[in-house]
């Protein structure tokens, strides 16, 4: 079974700041997906950030970069210059090539940008 | 121009109700899915369609009935709606294509069983 754990259940920071979220995951499986969604208070899931497994480089998007470390199992979020609309529930998720579309989802960090 | 829209956005019901909830892309993507929130915020997948074929059916109690009339819509029936019901469920869709597969989704509905 794949599972997804975000050991950070809340974090904060402050504005124009950088902070990284964590994000472990667990499959014996070789090819792979990782995202990160966004869930503002909005409720919306946004897709924040995607990485194939096969590929070495993280993968970056303007001030949202991810570190992705695959025979540690880790594929933590960095936001650098954090702004206020940043503040929102992050997910971390993951999806194998065999499990017909089926994203597992982490518990989620609930980030606070301060001003 | 909003590519995955769900209706209504809160619906508030009593218990034993049956009630739908609908979900549409424009995306023109062939895979669609619910998912379920908990009060947690814990995400999880119930269904999966494409093309209009369940392809993922998760242990979801037969209370919930997916239907899909057609691969821009899936739409979640709910019989006998329970309290621990109460969530807010998500749409999604994809377009099924590999390394490239991304999903999207709606902006949710606020289900509160009474």
């Known amino acids: 079974a794949q599972t997804v754990t975000q050991s950070q259940p809340e974090m904060s920071v402050q504005e124009a700041e950088t902070v990284t979220l964590s994000c472990t995951y667990d499959?014996?499986?070789?090819?792979?997906?990782l995202f990160w969604y966004k869930q503002p208070p909005s409720r919306q899931m946004i897709l924040v950030i995607r990485?194939?497994?096969?590929?070495?480089q993280n993968a970056t998007e303007n001030r949202f970069s991810v570190n992705f470390q695959k025979a540690a199992k880790s594929f933590s979020l960095k936001i650098s210059d954090s702004q206020l609309g940043d503040t929102a529930m992050y997910f971390c998720?993951?999806?194998?090539?065999?499990?017909?579309?089926?994203?597992?989802f982490g518990e989620g960090t609930q980030l606070t940008v301060n001003p | 121009d909003t590519a995955v829209s769900q209706t209504p956005k809160y619906l508030v019901t009593q218990m034993g109700n049956d009630k739908s909830i609908k979900c549409e892309q424009n995306l023109g993507h062939d895979t669609m899915y619910w998912y379920k929130q908990d009060s947690k915020k814990f995400l999880k997948i119930m269904f999966s369609?494409?093309?209009?074929?369940?392809?993922i059916n998760e242990t979801v109690p037969n209370r919930f009935s997916p239907k899909s009339p057609d691969k821009a819509h899936l739409n979640l029936h709910i019989n006998s709606l329970e309290l621990g019901d109460s969530a807010v469920y998500f749409c999604?869709?994809?377009?099924?294509?590999?390394?490239?597969?991304?999903?999207?989704f709606g902006p949710g509905t606020r289900l509160l069983v009474l």
């Open positions: 998720a993951f999806r194998i090539e065999t499990s017909g579309s089926r994203l597992t």
């Open positions: 990485q194939e497994a096969y590929k070495q």
């Open positions: 499959t014996s499986e070789n090819n792979y997906y």
């Open positions: 999604a869709s994809s377009q099924v294509a590999g390394v490239l597969e991304t999903q999207y």
């Open positions: 369609y494409n093309n209009k074929e369940l392809i």
